[in-house]
């Protein structure tokens, strides 16, 4: 049986509304409330749903979802999945971890990794281990990355490279201006481009 609460949370006097096919907790030293089958949580800046979703701290600061989690920011236009995910209501840090995609539907920029930590108030994602990034005709790997979502920035570094149509760049780090696809690179550079005036010409 399908049931739906409503709970007002004292942080920014936001308030949390949740569903669950089950529900238990505890009201002592150790304040949580476990969500189970078909969990979903929206609150003024996420939407979250998951397998298994508890919510712990005071005024239900800390929220841990794990199976088949997926949702969006609402305030930051990102789509995302992942197995596992911790969220921090007070300082708007999302951390998610294993197979993660991350969809900026704003600027049309697909990302995933096992590891990314988002911070919906600098707009900053910090990702990790078998990192890509699509945006355009431009595939962006590397072992680790920085996105700045606001100043549309990429820092690759750990083995980087991008594929920009039928040209390649590798160095020891990457910097990417996405906005502009000016590309910075730095120690170790090499790479290969194609010259495209002769089909151009036919």
């Known amino acids: 049986m399908l049931i739906f609460f409503s709970s007002l949370s004292f942080i920014n006097a936001e308030e949390i509304t949740f569903t669950?096919?089950?529900?238990?907790?505890?009201?002592?030293?150790?304040?949580?409330?476990?969500?189970?089958?078909?969990?979903?949580?929206?609150?003024e800046s996420m939407e979250i749903k998951a397998d298994e979703i508890i919510l712990s701290g005071k005024d239900f600061r800390f929220i841990n979802a794990t199976g088949n989690v997926s949702g969006k920011s609402v305030e930051s236009e990102f789509d995302f999945s992942s197995q596992q995910m911790e969220y921090d209501r007070?300082?708007?840090?999302?951390?998610?971890?294993?197979n993660v995609s991350m969809?900026?539907?704003?600027?049309?920029?697909?990302?995933?990794?096992?590891?990314?930590?988002?911070?919906?108030k600098t707009e900053v994602a910090y990702m990790q281990?078998?990192?890509?990034?699509?945006?355009?005709?431009?595939?962006?790997?590397?072992?680790?990355?920085?996105?700045?979502k606001k100043e549309q920035t990429l820092e690759l570094s750990g083995t980087p490279q991008i594929i920009k149509d039928k040209d390649t760049f590798k160095a020891n780090e990457i910097f990417m201006n996405l906005e502009t696809e000016e590309i910075i690179l730095d120690g170790k550079v090499r790479g290969s481009v194609t010259d495209t005036s002769s089909e151009k010409e036919e």
Do not use: H, P, R
């Open 90 to 98: 007070e300082t708007e840090i999302a951390v998610l971890k294993g």
């Open 103 to 120: 969809i900026d539907t704003k600027n049309e920029i697909n990302a995933s990794a096992q590891i990314i930590e988002y911070n919906q």
């Open 20 to 43: 669950a096919d089950k529900m238990n907790g505890s009201t002592g030293e150790t304040e949580y409330t476990k969500l189970s089958g078909n969990a979903f949580i929206k609150t």
């Open 129 to 148: 281990i078998s990192v890509k990034l699509v945006q355009k005709d431009n595939t962006c790997t590397g072992a680790n990355a920085i996105y700045k």
